[in-house]
């Protein structure tokens, strides 16, 4: 590929130009056509090349509004190098409102895929070759699962200089030092020597408002620390320095019932501290559930319905607790709807 082409599903395109492209897929049963819906801006100078892709677990859709308002931005028409957007990637999922693929695999666990495989790893195949391998950073947009919400986190391999760099300018409160899992997008991504972040914010089948404006203002950032866009004319507001998370773990429900919390996601909790209580329907057995160390919560289950060993909180360790949560508290207050000094969802990003 020379430096002024640049060629998805067989179609150019020229510097300077903007295309929707749907690259196919499969068929379902219907025979109706299944493709992935892909829009590739091209700035008339040459740059960095950067994909942003969502749902890929189908019903993780906080990332499909991200996109959509991302591609609103005025600053785009300013743009160097190449961004490529995917929305959807798993629209099995997404039609479905499922995390899945119709036969039941995590897309994000068969990557790089395979060209004669099962069809999560043809997806994944496809989505390597397609758009992956064209690219030279890369931004995935995750939510936490089902019934379970995140605070605004990246997650990426923060001992490579590169990726902590753009983790750094995504400017959310927390990073957490990932490690790659087999399979993931992130894993097959690492392996062609590509920095990615995922980032992670909200639940799935909700929008969130905090977790959208946060993604889109990150997404922004990230391009100007790659010289993509020119540097912001207006003054700066950001949250302080984000926090790198040494650790984290989830508390687990020590038994079966109705789940009264009392922490709220973002705060800060220390050791032994009360997060809340698991009762039977009758109100005559009562557990408390306790925090097994200091830190800030990261994520928190919402439905009060539990079984015994459910995830309850994630909560992620640091260095300084206090200044985590002062971090945090900023990044709320920045992001807040009624704080925001913004006309409508889709206003430029400051």
């Known amino acids: 590929m020379s430096v002024n082409t640049f060629t998805i599903a067989g179609i150019d395109i020229d510097p300077g130009k903007s295309v929707t492209i749907a690259l196919p897929v499969t068929r379902l049963y219907t025979h109706a056509p299944i493709e992935i819906p892909i829009h590739v801006i091209r700035g008339k100078k040459d740059g960095p090349r950067m994909f942003v892709s969502a749902a890929i677990h189908g019903d993780e859709i906080n990332g499909v509004e991200i996109i959509r308002r991302l591609l609103k931005q005025a600053s785009l028409r300013k743009l160097r190098g190449t961004l490529v957007t995917v929305p959807v990637v798993n629209v099995h999922g997404l039609i479905n409102h499922s995390r899945y693929l119709p036969d039941r695999r995590d897309l994000n666990r068969c990557f790089p895929g395979s060209e004669r495989g099962p069809l999560a790893h043809r997806l994944a195949y496809l ?36 990726t902590a760099r753009l983790a750094k300018a995504f400017s959310v409160p927390v990073l957490l030092n990932s490690t790659l899992r087999d399979g993931s997008l992130r894993e097959a991504a690492a392996e062609m020597g590509i920095p990615m972040l995922l980032y992670e914010a909200g639940e799935a089948l909700r929008f969130d408002e905090i977790s959208i404006r946060a993604g889109v ?34 508390i687990r429900a020590p038994s079966s019932g109705i789940f009264r919390p009392v922490t709220a996601l973002g705060a800060r909790v220390e050791k032994d501290g009360l997060l809340g209580v698991i009762e039977d329907p009758f109100g005559e057995v009562e557990q408390a559930v306790h925090a097994k160390h200091d830190g800030i919560v990261i994520g928190r289950v919402n439905l009060p319905l539990i079984n015994e060993g459910d995830a309850l909180f994630h909560i992620a360790r640091f260095g300084r607790v206090a200044r985590a949560e002062a971090t945090v508290e900023e990044f709320r ?14 206003s430029p990003i400051i």
């Not at 390597?128 to 995140?150: F, P, Q, S, W, Y």
């Not at 922004?220 to 984000?242: H, T, Y």
Request: aromatic fraction near 4%.
């Open 127 to 162: 989505f390597m070759k397609e758009v992956v391998a064209k690219c030279t950073h890369g931004i995935d947009l995750h939510t936490g699962a089902i019934h379970r919400a995140n605070l605004p986190q990246i997650r990426a391999n923060l001992d490579d200089e590169e």
């Open 333 to 346: 207050e920045l992001y807040e709807p009624e704080n925001v000094d913004e006309p409508n969802p889709d």
């Open 217 to 250: 203002r990150g997404i922004i950032n990230v391009m100007r620390e790659l010289s993509m866009l020119p540097p912001s004319k207006r003054k700066k507001v950001e949250p302080k320095e984000p926090m790198i998370a040494r650790s984290s773990s989830w």
